[in-house]
């Protein structure tokens, strides 16, 4: 239950993590933008933003500038010479990856959670290979419920205001709820949805904890309540 708590406040708000310093970021260097005149962006979040990244062979390193290239699902960041690099996911074990403040002050969509964990190890899902980072919302021993970006470069149809058509990038996510067994089933981020991808036996009692806390499963922050509740029951 620690656990799953600690994941929970780590999400919600600002975590104090130790310090670690003198250590080199695992990377290589970043390569130049393959992607001119194209419309869209390869990136979650135009902006950059701030990172703490957990590294399986140098500990913790906070406050590192990244963007996270989701067509390509690398974790470009600055490193301490100042040079943009691309993360070696073999060495990533997480990432708590800040949202661009002007993001949640913009306030277009409720409940958006300031800093999202991202994590590899999820290959049972169809399409992602084991190295691939995912957005990890809930993780407990009932269920798991995670989502994959990603920017898809498509080349649209010619038409009459595009004689010549160029590449552009559509942004997807998706959703995955994993149970106990390891069962993988796609899901859309709306109340009746997930709690019919549930377990039968486990269905009643989601609605009580819906009905009871007012819970809207639309909502990143309220779906991190509800997992976090179901899991502790």
């Known amino acids: 239950m620690k656990k799953y708590l600690l994941i929970f406040g780590m999400l919600l708000g600002h975590s104090t993590f130790a310090q670690i310093s003198n250590i080199d970021m695992n990377g290589a260097p970043a390569r130049l933008s393959g992607y001119t005149n194209v419309e869209g962006s390869p990136y979650l979040f135009e902006d950059w933003a701030r990172a703490d990244i957990s590294f399986t062979n140098a500990g913790l390193k906070e406050n590192v500038a990244y963007k996270f290239n989701v067509h390509d699902n690398e974790l470009e960041v600055i490193n301490e010479a100042g040079n943009k690099i691309f993360l070696t996911k073999d060495f990533i074990e997480y990432a708590l990856l800040e949202r661009p403040s002007i993001i949640i002050a913009n306030g277009s969509e409720s409940g958006l959670l300031t800093k999202l964990l991202v994590k590899k190890g999820f290959d049972m899902i169809n399409g992602v290979a084991p190295s691939d980072l995912v957005n990890v919302l809930a993780e407990g021993s009932k269920y798991t419920l995670v989502r994959k970006f990603y920017s898809d470069l498509v ?51 989601a609605k009580k904890f819906v009905k009871e806390n007012d819970l809207n499963l639309s909502r990143e922050d309220h779906l991190v309540i509800f997992f976090q509740k179901l899991n502790e029951a």
């Not at 959703?175 to 009746?192: H, K, M, Q």
């Open 155 to 205: 080349t649209p149809p010619k038409n009459s205001y595009a004689p010549t058509p160029g590449q552009m990038f559509v942004y997807e996510e998706s959703f995955y709820l994993i149970n106990a067994n390891g069962e993988v089933e796609s899901v859309r981020t709306r109340t009746n949805n997930i709690i019919k991808a549930l377990d039968e036996k486990d269905q009643s009692m």
